[in-house]
């Protein structure tokens, strides 16, 4: 009974662990859930239970919170800096000092046979300077200039990261529901596959079947729920890609939502929306794409700088004035105002100057030819995106139809061969077409958004926007 006793508290915790806590699933941070992301490696979670992450909230953070993206706003506060700094140049500079001076002999002078004191041997100076520089031939509002210039630069950069993270995210939320199309897809015709070999095993107990037509089928079933594990080892992977992007747990789950083609009309392959010029589509993106202003910039950029430097070839005028007071009872004022109107050449370099403005003049040859060759890139990605657009919309067109075909002919199949008229490699066919029809239609439609969103890309249009809405 003693024994019975000590052995009832071990019982109940093993209970316990047995009952309560496979419903319990912990993470990283403690309880289950956080950061509204269910973890995969802890207890199952149904899918209904999952949090639901929509292509636009996954925008939206991938948008705000990206790394690269932050970097890139760092830089662009760099910059503006930068602008501050230059614009001090502008500005005139006020420099104040104060000085007790001690000296080990008295200063004097002598008048013949007569000396006499002109100072004390100690006495208190403070005073005050103003420097402004008046005209310098635009080279310190070419720099200023060229530092507003290189704020715009960060900011098409800025822009240019946005959009190719959102580009990123799109697509790898895109695969992620083509993936989960395709196991649903693999289930179906598994569940057919279950469905047709318990047809013919009764069949087959009833005399109207043969064995081979089963092993067949058996074999068939095999093969296709390995393709579903793989589909689903894939999703897996799709997911860890998603939360990277995300900054989540990559073991973290989630459902997704469907994103639809809105407009259907503009499937079809005469529609306004693909007999547009492609002439037209280059001179969008050489209008919007951040990439081409961004050399714009910096070509504008080299320029000022060589204006600037190229006023070093000519005097800098300047204004000087200041206020001094010195403590002295031998001088008639002890205070005194000063003002200076003067000018600064430099006559001699070392040809520094000139060879300053050939490397600018260098850089500036240097972008064009840059610009020309991201100018054929940009439209050589127009029109890859326009053709895997046109593409996709026309094998929509054909693969939707081929899947109320296919589903006609498994249907057809199925009574034959439950009427003894039909044979089982029949049914077989019939269901591998249907899972084909509906595979095709599935990578048809999500290469067409796809396709959507690179167009957009390519364009310079704000990919956040366009499919946030």
């Known amino acids: 009974m003693r024994r019975e006793l000590l052995e009832l508290p071990l019982f109940l915790s093993y209970l316990f662990f047995l009952l309560i806590a496979p ?45 690269l993206l932050k970097i890139a706003t760092l830089n662009e506060e760099i910059a503006r800096s930068e602008v501050s700094l230059a614009r001090s140049r502008l500005l005139p500079s006020i420099n ?4 007790h001076i001690f000296l080990a002999y008295q200063p004097g002078a002598r008048f013949g046979p007569q000396e006499v004191y002109t100072s004390e041997r100690s006495f208190l100076s403070y005073g005050i300077n103003l420097y402004q520089t008046i005209y310098d031939f635009g080279g310190d509002i070419s720099l200023y ?10 900011e098409n950069e800025t822009r240019r990261i946005r959009n190719l993270i959102s580009l990123e995210f799109t697509k790898a939320y895109l695969d992620l529901l083509e993936i989960e199309k395709l196991i649903n897809v693999s289930e179906r015709e598994v569940e057919s596959l279950e469905a ?3 047809d013919t095993i009764a069949l087959f107990e009833e005399g109207m079947s043969t064995k ?26 799709y997911v860890s890609r998603i939360n990277s992007l995300l900054l989540k747990p990559l073991d973290a789950d989630f459902r997704t939502e469907e994103v639809e083609i809105i407009d259907s009309s503009s499937l079809s392959p005469q529609s306004s929306a693909f007999c547009f010029d492609l002439s037209s589509a280059y001179e969008i993106a ?9 050399i714009d910039n910096e070509i504008e950029v080299l320029r000022l700088r060589e204006k600037a430097k190229a006023g070093e070839y000519y005097p800098r005028l300047f204004l000087q004035a200041s206020y001094e007071y010195t403590e002295n009872r031998y001088m008639l004022h002890e205070d005194n105002w000063s003002l200076v109107f003067g000018l600064n050449v430099n006559l001699f370099s070392g040809g520094s100057t000139s060879s300053e403005i050939a490397r600018l003049r260098a850089q ?25 657009l046109k593409n996709a919309v026309e094998r929509l067109d054909v693969t939707q139809k081929a899947i109320s075909q296919a589903e006609e002919n498994l249907r057809i199949n199925k009574i034959r061969f439950e009427e003894g008229v039909g044979k089982s490699t029949d049914v077989l066919d019939a269901i591998a077409l249907l899972s084909l029809a509906e595979t095709n239609y599935y990578r048809a439609k999500y290469e067409y958004l796809r396709a959507k969103a690179g167009l957009l890309y390519s364009l310079g249009k704000d990919i956040a926007t366009e499919f946030g809405e």
């Open 364 to 388: 500036q040859m240097q972008l064009l030819e840059e610009r020309k060759r991201v100018v054929d890139d940009i439209r050589l990605e127009v029109k890859r995106y326009f053709v895997e």
């Open 212 to 237: 081979n037509e089963r092993l067949e089928i058996e074999v068939r079933l095999s093969d296709a729920r390995q393709r579903l594990l793989s589909l689903k080892n894939q999703r897996s992977l």
């Open 96 to 99: 104040a000092y104060g000085r």
């Open 145 to 154: 200039n060229a530092s507003k210039k290189a704020v715009s630069i960060t």
């Open 23 to 67: 419903n319990v699933a912990f993470s990283s941070e403690g309880l289950y859930p956080s950061n509204n992301f269910a973890s995969t490696t802890g207890a199952e979670v149904t899918s209904h239970e999952l949090p639901i992450l929509t292509l636009q909230e996954g925008l939206k953070i991938v948008t705000q919170e990206a790394r």
């Open 196 to 198: 047709h070999l318990k």
């Open 286 to 294: 050489e209008e919007l794409r951040p990439e081409i202003k961004a």
